[in-house]
């Protein structure tokens, strides 16, 4: 149902960010501040900080309802918008009723024991705008009049697919001149991208729940949202992991290294706030658990990598010394056929899959050694002489820790579909008379 809103003042509130134009109707009552036919009230979710174990700040949630007391998503108040005016006049007035109310529940609780950050969402179409609410200095009023400090007050922004860059640069250095913090939410949902955060250099980037969901039933996933938050720590910004509601998925969200959590495991948005200092019992118990459960995996890993590590090694003493001059040509020469025969203890365990051999600028000398038939015959990618791994992490390992075998961390098969693990080790040998090194190397496959 489309809005039809008198123009009536906003009242109540202070005027740092006025309600453009008067156009909004919103009074305050019992049960909230009037928009139209909608009550608009706050409930807050606490965000905790995994490192410090307790909590950090809270998110403002935007409740709404009808005179009548029906609860109404934010979605209906905001889709329910005439226009855009309208629609960022409700979002400016939502961020005053979630100021508002943490200030009386802030007085309520107590002074502050240490400062917090206070998250408000901003619609990406009102986040673009921002400009035209009276620039920083309005800002920096609005977050005297409400004792916030410089840096607590964080705007979090669901970057629209249609944001004009212009606008959205504009916005986002006013916001970091008042001394505002910014959050991207929901990152890895929609059509959200490291490209965002390559221009809009979040102080915060909150992980979406369906990320976290999936990584916490499928290991793969849970590999690649480490790597994800390692990217983000890259880019300068802090992680924070929404929707936890599971141990399963609290340990992801430790296990990849994020800083900040948030989710109903941890506490359900409520119209109060938590205690300064307060740490959840989910969240104490979280480094020790981690611990047990990193063991339990190495082991596991361990366990699973142990032949072939072992293969490997003997695969190397058989090496060592040896003159390998012309190892590098294809064929049945003398020097294929020796590495082809040291190499038959690592292909004979179940699960190996090839052996191979490079020099020292990581260039692979002759064929691999395939336990089975290969995968790839035919494949644009197969084995071939001259192929160069130099930047395989396993080969710069293994010459920087010459007779030690180095593993790879799992990873799809050239050739194939499913995931192998590659040990390496780098031998002293001979050639052309002289010393030199060479990086023998085997994959197997891997499951979790």
């Given at each position: 149902m489309p809005l039809h809103v008198p123009s009536v003042p906003t009242r109540d509130f202070p005027a740092p960010i006025p309600v453009a134009g008067g156009r909004v109707a919103s009074d305050r009552d019992q049960t909230g501040v009037r928009f139209g036919p909608f009550l608009l009230d706050s409930h807050f979710q606490p965000i905790y900080s995994i490192p410090h174990g307790r909590l950090v700040g809270h998110e403002a949630l935007l409740r709404a309802s009808t005179s009548a007391g029906q609860p109404v998503s934010p979605v209906e108040v905001f889709s329910a918008c005439e226009d855009e005016q309208q629609l960022c006049d409700c979002d400016r007035l939502s961020r005053l009723v979630h100021l508002e109310s943490w200030s009386q529940r802030s007085r309520q609780r107590g002074p502050p024991v240490v400062p917090e950050w206070l998250f408000l969402n901003v619609h990406p179409m009102a986040f673009q705008l921002l400009g035209q609410e009276g620039g920083a200095a309005q800002w920096r009023e609005l977050q005297r009049h409400y004792a916030l400090s410089e840096g607590t007050l964080v705007l979090e922004v669901l970057e629209a697919e249609a944001a004009d860059p212009a606008m959205l640069a504009a916005s986002i250095g006013l916001a970091?001149?008042?001394?505002?913090?910014?959050?991207?939410?929901?990152?890895?949902?929609?059509?959200?991208?490291?490209?965002?955060?390559?221009?809009?250099?979040?102080?915060?980037?909150?992980?979406?729940?369906?990320?976290?969901?999936?990584?916490?039933?499928?290991?793969?996933?849970?590999?690649?949202?480490?790597?994800?938050?390692?990217?983000?720590?890259?880019?300068?910004?802090?992680?924070?992991?929404?929707g936890v509601e599971t141990h399963a998925e609290a340990m992801v969200a430790i296990d990849c290294d994020a800083e900040?959590?948030?989710?109903?495991?941890?506490?359900?948005?409520?119209?109060?706030?938590?205690?300064?200092?307060?740490?959840?019992?989910?969240?104490?118990?979280?480094?020790?658990?981690?611990?047990?459960?990193?063991?339990?995996?190495?082991?596991?890993?361990?366990?699973?990598?142990?032949?072939?590590?072992?293969a490997m090694q003997s695969l190397a003493a058989a090496l060592v010394g040896k003159d390998v001059t012309g190892w590098q040509d294809a064929g049945d020469s003398t020097e294929a056929c020796r590495f082809a025969q040291a190499a038959q203890a690592f292909l004979g365990i179940e699960g190996a899959q090839s052996c191979w051999l490079l020099d020292e600028q990581g260039r692979q000398l002759g064929r691999r050694t395939q336990a089975a038939a290969p995968v790839g015959a035919g494949h644009p990618m197969d084995d071939a002489d001259g192929v160069c791994w130099l930047q395989r992490p396993y080969f710069n390992q293994a010459l920087e820790k010459p007779g030690q075998v180095q593993a790879s961390r799992p990873h799809r098969q050239l050739l194939g579909r499913q995931l192998c693990v590659t040990v390496a080790i780098a031998v002293p040998v001979r050639v052309d008379g002289h010393p030199g090194w060479r990086v023998a190397c085997g994959d197997f496959a891997w499951s979790e």
């Open positions: 970091r001149d008042a001394g505002l913090l910014i959050a991207i939410d929901d990152f890895g949902a929609g059509h959200s991208n490291f490209d965002r955060v390559w221009r809009m250099r979040p102080d915060i980037v909150k992980i979406d729940r369906t990320l976290v969901a999936r990584a916490a039933c499928d290991a793969s996933a849970a590999r690649i949202m480490a790597q994800m938050v390692s990217l983000l720590h890259e880019c300068g910004a802090i992680v924070l992991v929404e900040l959590v948030q989710g109903y495991l941890f506490g359900r948005p409520d119209s109060d706030l938590r205690a300064p200092w307060h740490s959840p019992d989910p969240l104490r118990s979280l480094p020790r658990e981690l611990a047990a459960w990193r063991e339990r995996r190495q082991c596991h890993q361990d366990d699973r990598a142990r032949p072939f590590r072992e």
